[in-house]
């Protein structure tokens, strides 16, 4: 049977009297697959990254439970291999950030020594306890936080995005110990069919979709499973604030992994900047959306609104993991430090102080304020139904995502792939079974499109259908212009000020129908 799609080989590396051919199957850009094969074996593993991504799940809903204890919630947190608290704040591009790790555990210890106790008692200023309103029911410790939203959203940046623009994608783990020189002479790492920088690349993939039902599937548009950072990049690039930017990334980890088996390193990096950038502006998105939310709910709907302010303060804490592309954070650790005793009393907290920080949240971005909806018009963020609640299913909703054809990924063993340093599963073989890889687009070269645009390659058309061009700044069709990502006709509008329709409304991408 004719086939439409052609087959190229790649590269042809010798080593000692070994031929090793890499096949590589191209394909138009909705053909776009994280599929690689050296010898008809497939050379693409993350186990150790969905292990972890799953057991944050697990942790998140152990944090909705009044029947956990502090023990054994440390215990999720801290023990095992793969555990989740020795992959907090290490990039390596970076020092460690020990701080997060403490402040983390420190929320942990809070729930279980005082949140459960209070379960059901009423909550106020210095107490622990419920609080409800005609929206939601949620538990709070004593300075109102609610902790699994706190938690989890922190560790958004503090695992996920961190481990993927500060640590794997950065030459610092993916040229360092003769990885280079190894991938351009096709040295295999021990055991393992592919080479010790693929593997790190696909590392940081896997921090990312390692809890897709099919990593190999095109993940232009990603299913969103799991709790962390992959839900998110969903919700952002279905909606109206920046569409389509789950795309860019998705095809710059597939074209930075072939540019890996092709010894092409300045595409390589050109490809890790575009994640970067973009993947960080996820944090930014939602850092502003939940602030904005409280200050339009803390009047009619208080419990409603600290489920907001929970999901903003941690993604605040998720701010110093970003990365501009340059090796900077958008916001540093110094600068947030300086935000947050404004956040450490929820009750007291001063809409003034609010504004504030959302204004220097968007300046610093590159955003325009002007063109996000205005606090007094903002609908209810929350995307967790309710206190245990997820509105994708609950935080085990991974739908059998699961790495391999033969069921489960081996969470429980101990990393031998010989290429990385993740401590957990990665036996090499039970991601993308059976498939070969894509190139979405031909040539070299990235090109941004503006500071607070998405950040796509443009060596082709095939890459440019997600632009919008920021150079109109303010016109009409531009990013912030009225047809635009942030403009005043971004998709669903509303005729109402309260854009119950909008970007923030109740049917909005990031209001409490969360689209549905």
């Not at 990334?249 to 092409?264: H, L, M, P």
Request: glycine share 14%; charged share 25%; net charge negative.
């Amino acid at each position: 049977m004719a086939m439409s799609r052609t087959t190229t080989i790649v590269a042809l590396v010798l080593v000692s009297s070994l031929s090793s051919v890499f096949i590589h199957v191209e394909g138009d850009a909705h053909d776009a697959s994280y599929s690689f094969e050296r010898d008809g074996q497939n050379t693409v593993a993350f186990d150790g990254q969905t292990a972890r991504l799953k057991m944050a799940d697990e942790l998140y809903d152990a944090l909705n439970s009044n029947e956990s204890t502090t023990e054994g919630l440390i215990k999720q947190f801290t023990e095992g291999s793969p555990n989740l608290i020795g992959k907090v704040g290490t990039g390596c591009l970076k020092e460690e950030n020990k701080a997060i790790g403490d402040k983390l555990t420190d929320m942990i210890k809070d729930y279980g020594d005082n949140v459960i106790p209070a379960w059901n008692t009423p909550a106020a200023d210095g107490s622990p306890g419920e609080l409800s309103d005609e929206i939601r029911t949620l538990q709070v410790n004593s300075k109102g936080w609610e902790l699994d939203q706190t938690f989890q959203k922190a560790l958004i940046g503090a695992l996920t995005l961190d481990q993927i623009v500060n640590n794997y994608l950065q030459p610092c783990k993916l040229d360092a110990d003769g990885k280079t020189e190894d991938n351009t002479n096709g040295v295999m790492a021990e055991g393992k069919p592919y080479t010790s920088m693929e593997h790190a690349w696909d590392e940081a993939f896997g921090y990312l979709y390692g809890q897709e039902p099919d990593a190999t599937a095109d993940l232009s548009s990603p299913g969103g499973a799991g709790t962390l950072l992959n839900k998110y990049l969903k919700k952002v690039s279905a909606g109206d604030v920046a569409p389509g930017i789950s795309e860019p990334i998705f095809k710059a980890f597939v074209k930075g992994r072939q540019a890996i088996v092709d010894g092409d390193y300045e595409t390589r990096d050109a490809q890790a900047k575009i994640i970067q950038e973009n993947l960080s502006k996820v944090i930014g998105a939602m850092t502003i959306n939940y602030l904005k939310s409280y200050l339009s709910k803390k009047n009619d709907s208080p419990a409603d609104a600290i489920h907001a302010l929970s999901e903003g303060y941690g993604f605040m804490l998720s701010l110093p993991f970003t990365n501009n592309g340059a090796g900077e954070p958008y916001m540093s650790q110094e600068v947030v430090d300086a935000i947050l005793p404004n956040y450490e009393n929820f009750w007291t907290v001063k809409d003034d102080a609010v504004e504030a920080h959302i204004n220097e949240i968007v300046t610093r971005f590159g955003f325009d304020e002007s063109n996000f909806v205005a606090p007094g018009g903002v609908a209810p963020a929350g995307d967790d139904a309710g206190a245990g609640g997820d509105d994708d299913g609950g935080a085990g909703d991974d739908a059998g995502a699961s790495d391999d054809d033969g069921g489960g990924d081996d969470s429980g063993q101990n990393d031998d792939d010989g290429g990385g340093d993740d401590g957990a599963a990665e036996d090499g073989g039970d991601v993308n079974d059976g498939g070969v890889g894509s190139e979405d687009d031909a040539g070299a070269g990235d090109n941004d499109a503006g500071d607070t645009g998405i950040i796509v390659d443009t060596a082709t058309g095939d890459d440019a259908v997600v632009v919008t061009d920021t150079d109109t700044e303010d016109g009409d069709g531009g990013v912030f212009g009225d047809g635009g990502v942030f403009g005043d006709d971004a998709g669903k509008n509303s005729s109402s000020p309260n854009g119950d329709g909008g970007v923030f409304g109740d049917g909005g991408v990031f209001g409490d129908d969360d689209g549905k």
